[in-house]
């Protein structure tokens, strides 16, 4: 392990071309009412995962900076959402379907031609692999491809007229106000972009934080929402949540918040608006999905599953498996599959090929893993694997613990990180206690054969869970299947076709059914008097 860590962190020469980054990024520019606005205050320093050896040391390596907006600066970018919004008078709300998706078909244009820079920089600033990063990117591309499908398809179903006792009625969607979009540091386009498409399509202006890191990757689509939306409707600011999106909810005119983090941040941000019941919410909580295999077991599978769905990403998404119970009966030739599947991964820098493990990005993540393997030895686990929690910089080598209690804090707490604790249990109900007893409901999984046993779990945690995954792993896709959670794990749904609904609201255009009436629809129509009363079919 020592000559692993050794050797871990490359000199700059031995960075292959195509991934060096050049001079770091100096960047003053922020986005508001259609304009790259100059900021001319203090700046944040972005910092890569990535170190460099420099002779006999390790150099944390710096890429760049970004602005430091104060309270005041982000309340301006708020205005211009409000002012492109006007009360749902604006251009961009009342706009026609099909030219909304006109504009959001050129944006998707323009961010392709950014692939090669925001992968590049997924890499380095969050520590992202190549590949990943990669797919990170292109999954971001499909899914607003599958976004304006799915609007084709609401609002074609929406273009007809109804009849219900003696009231004709058309229903469509219509936008809800102004959003506040913020995304998660592990998916920082990805995730984000799941929110901010939707609420733009749908009609909605929006104000759009980065995640606290993955900043810089933005950068290179500023120019692109700049040339694809009117002034006003994506608004892109930077700098302190505490004081630059406090200030946006303190000041009521955000409609929409659209946010992916802790229930906790979510919470005390919630309650600084002052009119809580016309604030609608979207948001992606905290997590400690479980895995859950049971005696009769594909073991192999069940392994194969547990490595993915705990150290994907170094375990740094919500759907990870957080925690995994095993059976009694199968436990010791369930970890000495484990580690032998997790000593061939592949630790290295995010380029090179095959790697499966990287450094971490958050300041102080390699402490706080420390503290809680401490916590877990402490209170009776081991640390199974060869090298388990070997760490060097930014580089925290996976741990799995076992045997892990309830005493622990790994028990309890989401670690975002590569720590795998496993509980042994007999008794089922240990297992169910948990799930029911917990604070968080996402997801689970359940690795099993016997029908009766895996239905009968079923039956128990589908009123505790958004989703239960049998003989996988835990995960969001496909992005059509509803991503949601249950306690303090959620809030409304996200998927393709449930995104569009959450930024929206159904309006009801109606009138009694009389000649008069039908004539009056029938000229508005036929003259296009109305962009949102219409029969526009759009292929």
Request: hydrophobic share 40%; charged share 25%.
């Amino acid at each position: 392990m020592d000559r692993l860590l050794d050797s871990l962190f490359p000199t700059a020469n031995e960075i292959p071309e195509a991934y060096r980054l050049g001079e770091p990024l100096v960047q003053r520019e922020y986005l508001v009412n259609g304009q790259l606005q100059q900021w001319d205050g203090p700046l944040a320093t972005v910092r890569s995962p990535v170190w460099l050896k420099e002779g006999n040391e390790e150099r944390q390596v710096t890429l760049g900076n970004t602005p430091l907006l104060d309270a005041d600066t982000a309340l301006t970018a708020l205005d211009a959402a409000v002012h492109a919004y006007d009360k749902g008078r604006g251009a961009w709300p009342t706009m026609r379907v099909a030219e909304r998706i006109q504009h959001v078909e050129t944006f998707l244009g323009k961010m392709r031609e950014q692939r090669e820079a925001v992968v590049k920089l997924l890499m380095w600033e969050i520590g992202k692999n190549l590949k990943d990063s990669e797919k990170e990117f292109d999954r971001t591309c499909d899914y607003i491809v599958d976004t304006i499908g799915a609007l084709k398809e609401l609002d074609r179903r929406s273009s007809r007229f109804e009849l219900e006792q003696d009231t004709l009625g058309q229903i469509r969607r219509a936008p809800l106000g102004v959003a506040l979009c913020m995304g998660p540091y592990n998916y920082p386009l990805n995730e984000t972009f799941t929110t901010l498409i939707p609420a733009l399509i749908m009609g909605n202006t929006v104000v759009f934080k980065p995640a606290k890191f993955g900043v810089l990757l933005i950068r290179p689509l500023l120019e692109a929402f700049r040339d694809s939306f009117p002034a006003g409707v994506i608004n892109v600011i930077y700098g302190r949540g505490r004081e630059t999106v406090s200030a946006l909810m303190a000041s009521g005119k955000i409609d929409v918040f659209a946010f992916i983090g802790t229930n906790k941040a979510a919470s005390d941000l919630k309650k600084l608006h002052p009119r809580p019941h016309r604030l609608r919410a979207a948001l992606g909580l905290d997590a400690k999905n479980p895995g859950i295999v049971l005696p009769e077991v594909d073991l192999d599978n069940a392994v194969n599953e547990a490595v993915t769905g705990a150290l994907s990403f170094n375990g740094q998404r919500c759907t990870a498996l957080k925690i995994l119970f095993v059976h009694e009966d199968v436990v010791a030739s369930f970890l000495d599959k484990f580690q032998r599947k997790l000593a061939a991964l592949k630790p290295g820098m995010p380029w090179e090929p095959g790697v499966a493990l990287t450094p971490l990005p958050e300041a102080g993540k390699i402490d706080y893993l420390n503290g809680l393997v401490a916590d877990a030895v402490d209170k009776g686990a081991k640390v199974i694997n060869e090298g388990g929690g070997a760490s060097r910089g930014s580089f925290f080598y996976p741990a799995l613990l076992y045997p892990v209690n309830a005493q622990m804090r790994v028990y309890h707490e989401e670690q975002f990180g590569p720590l795998v604790p496993v509980v042994p249990y007999r008794d089922l109900q240990t297992v169910i206690d948990y799930v029911l007893d917990s604070d968080f409901g996402q997801q689970l999984s359940i690795f099993g054969s016997n029908s009766a046993e895996v239905g009968m779990l079923v039956d128990t945690f589908a009123n505790q869970v958004g989703r239960i995954n049998l003989n996988a792993q835990c995960q969001r896709g496909p992005d059509t299947y509803p991503f949601n959670g249950r306690k303090n794990s959620a809030e409304g749904t996200l998927s393709v076709h449930d995104a569009l609904r959450v930024f929206s609201i159904r309006t009801l255009v109606a009138t009694r059914f009389q000649e008069s009436n039908k004539q009056l629809i029938s000229d508005i129509i036929r003259n296009r008097e109305s962009s949102f009363l219409t029969t526009d079919y759009i292929f």
